[in-house]
């Protein structure tokens, strides 16, 4: 994970996929349908054919999942898709990474699970409504209420609850979800106690 600062905009997730050879992945995604914004020479931004800011850069050797801290832990970014890019979108995505595929908890989410060593995965959310592509981060929570209360003295403003998680919006206008999953395992809660299956 890293934090970034933009010129313009309204800033928001998005992702970094790190390549050993950056242009042949970027050259993938752009077969795969993704058009190309800017070449940075060493990395490359693309958009994906349903409208999701991605970047292409240097592999540093990053395997470190971040630490649960304070009951909670970074481990998942979202990618929200209209309904009428879902189909193409998941497909674009499994291919690019080469991630093993399968649905979620709910018939809206697809999970694409990285391999051992790399420290997080994406999840897919089909949208209810048509509106542009999106990202925000997943924090997997031992206690959501608690990791709530906190965030909320932090400067985050609670917008939603969810059947498993909480959304809010962070103190720069950012929106992010806490969940259930287990932040070690990043298993669902399962009749009271964890899953150690994502």
Same mark, same amino acid.
């Given at each position: 994970m890293k934090l970034q600062g933009v010129g313009e905009g309204d800033g928001g997730a998005h992702v970094d996929l790190c390549a050993e050879d950056v242009r042949e992945?970027?050259? $993938?995604? !752009?077969?795969?349908g993704a058009e190309p914004v800017a070449? /940075?020479?060493d990395w490359a931004v693309l958009r994906s054919p349903g409208g /999701?800011?991605?970047? %292409? %850069? &240097? =592999?540093?050797?990053?395997s470190v999942r971040p630490p649960v801290v304070a009951g909670s832990r970074l481990d998942q970014v979202c990618l929200d898709i209209p309904p009428s890019a879902y189909g193409t979108e998941t497909e674009f995505w499994a291919r690019l990474t080469g =991630? !093993?595929?399968r649905a979620g908890s709910r018939p809206e989410f697809t999970v694409l699970e &990285? *391999? *051992?060593?790399? *420290? %997080? !995965?994406?999840? $897919?959310?089909r949208l209810d409504d048509e509106r542009p592509a999106s990202a925000h981060l997943d924090l997997a929570c031992a206690d959501i209420a608690a990791v709530r209360a906190r965030h909320e003295e932090l400067g985050a403003v609670f917008v939603r609850q969810g059947a498993h998680w909480a959304v809010l919006r962070d103190p720069a206008g950012g929106t992010y979800c806490l969940t259930g999953r287990d932040p070690v395992t990043g298993g669902l809660p399962e009749g009271g106690r964890r899953s150690t299956v994502a």
């Open positions: 992945l970027a050259g $993938l995604a !752009r077969t795969l070449d /940075h020479g /999701h800011l991605f970047c %292409v %850069v &240097p =592999w540093l050797g990053e =991630w !093993r595929q &990285p *391999p *051992p060593g790399l *420290p %997080v !995965r994406l999840l $897919l959310q």
